[in-house]
């Protein structure tokens, strides 16, 4: 069965880090796109980062940029969120996302055909 399965969410004060790791199981991801997509309370999914199949192309929320990256390991199958400088706004259930028909990444939530069950990050003043 393939699953993507994140880990390391958790609370936070602002400012401070966090880093999200998911991991592909059933299946190699090694060579597809994958990502991550966060939803805030009473708020759409939104796109957060997105890396292509060797790294070397990389997408990200304006809202992000400069202070989250996005990476993966190939040998360990699996992609990782590290989030800096972290804000209040950054309160969301995260999810990992793959799409295994495509080595290019995209912003498009329609484009991922794999999602994980979410991992809760708090973010607190």
């Known amino acids: 069965q393939v699953q993507l399965v994140e880990s390391g969410g958790g609370s936070v004060q602002v400012g401070e880090s966090l880093t999200l790791s998911c991991e592909g199981t059933?299946?190699?991801?090694?060579?597809?796109?994958m990502g991550w997509f966060r939803q805030a309370p009473g708020k759409n999914r939104e796109f957060v980062a997105a890396?292509?199949?060797?790294?070397?192309?990389?997408h990200y929320a304006d809202s992000v940029k400069g202070r989250f990256t996005v990476s993966r390991d190939k040998t360990k199958n699996t992609v990782y969120l590290e989030m800096k400088r972290l804000k209040p706004e950054g309160t969301a259930v995260y999810y990992c996302?793959?799409?295994?028909?495509?080595?290019?990444?995209?912003?498009?939530?329609?484009?991922?055909?794999?999602w994980g069950q979410g991992t809760q990050v708090t973010v607190s003043s």
């Open positions: 996302v793959a799409d295994l028909r495509t080595v290019y990444a995209s912003a498009h939530k329609g484009k991922y055909d794999y």
């Open positions: 890396t292509n199949w060797n790294s070397e192309t990389t």
């Open positions: 059933g299946r190699s991801f090694r060579d597809y796109a």
